[in-house]
C-alpha cells in the first residue's frame, strides 16, 4: 500500500504542469474530436490488469514498458494533450493533463475512466470543473460526467 501512495503521489506532481487550467468545454473539445483516441486508448489498457503508471513529461514508467510500448502510448498522449497515464489495474484509469503544486500539494485536472466506484476516493459530482473550491483546506475529489464511464476530474490536495 506504501508503494502505491508513493506512486499516486508522483502522479500528481508530474501529471502535467502548467500555469493555466484547462477549462472543462477545452477538455471536453478534445474528447469529442479524439473520441477514437480516448477509445483506442482504454482498450489497449483494459487488456491488462497490471497497476502501471506510464508518463511522459517527465519520461517515466513503473513497472518499465518496452520502447514499442512506449512509443505507441505516447503518440496517444499527444494526440489527445496528456502527460501520461496512472492505470489501477481494473479498467479504471487516470489520463494527467494538469497539475500546479509541488509534493502532492496542489491541483490536478484530468480525464478519468472509472466503470466501477469500489475502492475509488469519494467524489462529488459536479455539473462543472472550472468553479470548484481550490483554496479548500480538505483533500477534496470531484467528478464531471462525459458519457458512459468517462468523466472530467480534479482532485484537490492542501
Not at 500546479?100 to 469519494?122: A, H, I, L, W
Amino acid at each position: 500500500m506504501p508503494r502505491l501512495f508513493v506512486v499516486t503521489l508522483i502522479f500528481m506532481i508530474v501529471g502535467g504542469c502548467g500555469n493555466k487550467v484547462p477549462t472543462d468545454v477545452e477538455m471536453l473539445a478534445v474528447f469529442q474530436t479524439k473520441k477514437a483516441q480516448f477509445e483506442q486508448l482504454r482498450n489497449y489498457l483494459c487488456a491488462g490488469d497490471e497497476r502501471r503508471v506510464v508518463m511522459m513529461d517527465p519520461e517515466w514508467s513503473e513497472p518499465k514498458i518496452s520502447e514499442g510500448e512506449k512509443a505507441k502510448l505516447y503518440s496517444l498522449y499527444k494526440e489527445i494533450g496528456a502527460k501520461g497515464v496512472y492505470y489501477d489495474g481494473d479498467c479504471s484509469f487516470r489520463i494527467a493533463v494538469w497539475s500546479v503544486g509541488f509534493g502532492g500539494d496542489g491541483g490536478y485536472k484530468y480525464y478519468s475512466y472509472r466503470p466501477r466506484t469500489s475502492g475509488s476516493p469519494e467524489a462529488s459530482v459536479v455539473s462543472t470543473l472550472d468553479n470548484v473550491d481550490r483554496r479548500s483546506e480538505t483533500i477534496d475529489f470531484y467528478l464531471r460526467p462525459i458519457e458512459g464511464d468517462w468523466y472530467l476530474a480534479f482532485a484537490h490536495w492542501p
